[in-house]
């Protein structure tokens, strides 16, 4: 019995509707990022695993694919080591590629590698597959695109705004209107560490901070009590807590508790900047909103930092995000090279767009015109019609086979082909097409250059 086929948990296969419609989210995205001035790259799907691994934290190695030696793997394992089955100390020896975890940090490898060709600023994006061993789940795959775009070679905080102005861009291109733009500055969260005496516990510290809006106020202090935070430092809190109205009032309160520390003011300095700029150039369909407790990425990121949410009334989490680095290039010695970038959550883009029937119906077309198949001279004098059409980008195919009339009808209203074409004796000797409506039915028979005209 043959074996049935499957796919690996968290891959998926996608029919041809699904194809179109995220390649719309691919084309617009693509669009927009060549607007901007990004240039297109690509960095292969495997890595030599020294590049990928111990950049991305124990939890993040952990979740690398890696992928085996060829030939005999085995061959360099000595008895000893193998005995001993510690997976960390074979791995090595059997492994020297991974597929890539994400697209950033092959990114700055490509950067280091080819800096002498760069030139700087360089903008940058690149829409590729990356693969993470993680547990399969609901919006979560193992395989799944990312779509970034990065400036790498200047501090300019114009970047920022143009982020901003980018992300706007987008979604108002998808008609994806009321999308939230929420920044913080990770200067801003080391000053509140600072005040409140905790700077060497930022991570926790944000941690916490970071679940005000899904476990309230009282459990977040219970949980930063819980990691060492002190009461004095948790009390000086409290104008956080209350932190509310628009991005100026809400900067003027982080004035107030920042008023001690030069990292928080430069932080202030920075979002000041930026919502100024944003306020004076305007936004199409977004909304920039400040969320101090937003604190994605704080490994990494040493500035602004942007996450996206969709529009009100959806349930989704974070369609977007991304923010200022310092040093990213830095693991693979280039040192003091600046960036700042953002990536698109393609899936949850999609499903979005998707609840909200925001795809526009012509995304999932494919063939314009259906030639009906009578035989083998109906057939060539068809061909002569397609070859014509299709030099005028319209989408015309012929049904291969000269099958009952009634198969070829259904075959087209299965694949929703709007028109089809009959072409029998009479047709040919008057060099003319009978041309058919499929919804209304309604059918006329055109020359050659009027059948161009009606489809074009």
């Known amino acids: 019995m043959a074996q049935k086929p499957s796919i690996p948990k968290g891959t998926r296969d996608f029919n041809p509707e699904q194809v179109a419609k995220r390649n719309y989210i691919f ?10 001035g990004f240039q297109p790259i690509e960095t292969p799907s495997f890595e030599n695993s020294d590049t990928l691994m111990g950049k991305y934290g124990d939890e993040g190695d952990r979740l690398i694919f890696k992928i085996l030696n060829s030939g005999d793997f085995l061959n360099k394992v000595n008895d000893t080591l193998y005995a001993e089955k510690d997976s960390g100390k074979i791995t090595p020896k059997i492994s020297e590629k991974a597929l890539r975890y994400d697209l950033t940090v092959p990114f700055a490898r490509y950067v280091v590698q080819h800096q002498n060709e760069i030139e700087f600023p360089f903008k940058r994006y690149q829409m590729q597959p990356v693969w993470r061993a993680d547990r399969p789940q609901k919006g979560r795959f193992r395989e799944f695109y990312q779509c970034d775009a ?26 994806l209107d009321g999308a939230t733009i929420k920044i913080n500055n990770r200067k801003i969260l080391s000053g509140i560490a600072e005040v409140i005496g905790a700077s060497d516990k ?12 899904k476990i309230g106020e009282e459990k977040v202090k219970e949980e930063m009590l819980s990691k060492g935070i002190p009461q004095t430092g948790i ?13 100026a009032t809400q900067i003027n309160q982080l004035k107030t508790i920042l008023s001690t520390s030069d990292e928080g003011k430069k932080g202030i300095e920075e979002l000041e900047f930026i919502d100024a700029a944003i306020s004076e150039l305007g936004l199409s369909t977004a909304k920039l909103q400040l969320d101090v407790t937003l604190a994605r ?36 010695g280039l040192k003091n090279v600046s960036g700042v970038g953002i990536s698109f959550g393609l899936d949850r883009i999609y ?11 012509t995304v999932t077309k494919n063939i314009d015109v259906l030639f009906i198949n ?17 030099a005028n980008n319209i989408n015309a195919e012929l049904y291969p086979d000269a099958a009952k009339m009634k198969k070829q009808m259904n075959h087209a209203n299965k694949r929703n082909i709007p028109y089809v074409v009959i072409v029998g004796e009479k047709e040919i000797e008057t060099n003319t097409y009978a041309l ?4 209304s039915g309604d059918q006329s028979s055109v020359t050659l250059t009027q059948l161009v005209s009606q489809l074009s």
């Open 27 to 36: 084309n617009t995205i693509q669009t927009q990022f060549e607007r901007f």
């Open 202 to 213: 930022l991570i926790d510290f944000t941690v916490a901070l970071d679940k005000l809006d």
């Open 436 to 439: 058919k409506h499929m919804v």
């Open 297 to 332: 990425g704080l490994n990494y990121y040493t500035g602004a930092i942007f996450e996206v949410s969709a529009p009100e009334g959806v349930a989704m989490g974070s369609i977007g995000g991304g923010g200022r680095y310092d040093d990213l290039t830095g693991i693979f």
């Open 374 to 390: 009578f035989g083998d001279k109906e057939a060539l004098f068809s061909m002569k019609a397609i070859k014509e059409l299709r």
């Open 351 to 361: 499903l979005v767009l998707e609840e909200l029937n925001l795809f526009p119906e």
């Open 235 to 247: 009390d000086a809190l409290q104008p956080l807590f209350s932190l509310s109205g628009d991005f």
């Open 150 to 175: 990065d400036v790498v070679g200047s501090t300019s905080l114009w970047q920022e705004v143009e982020f901003v102005q980018l992300y706007d861009a987008v979604f108002t291109a998808l008609k």
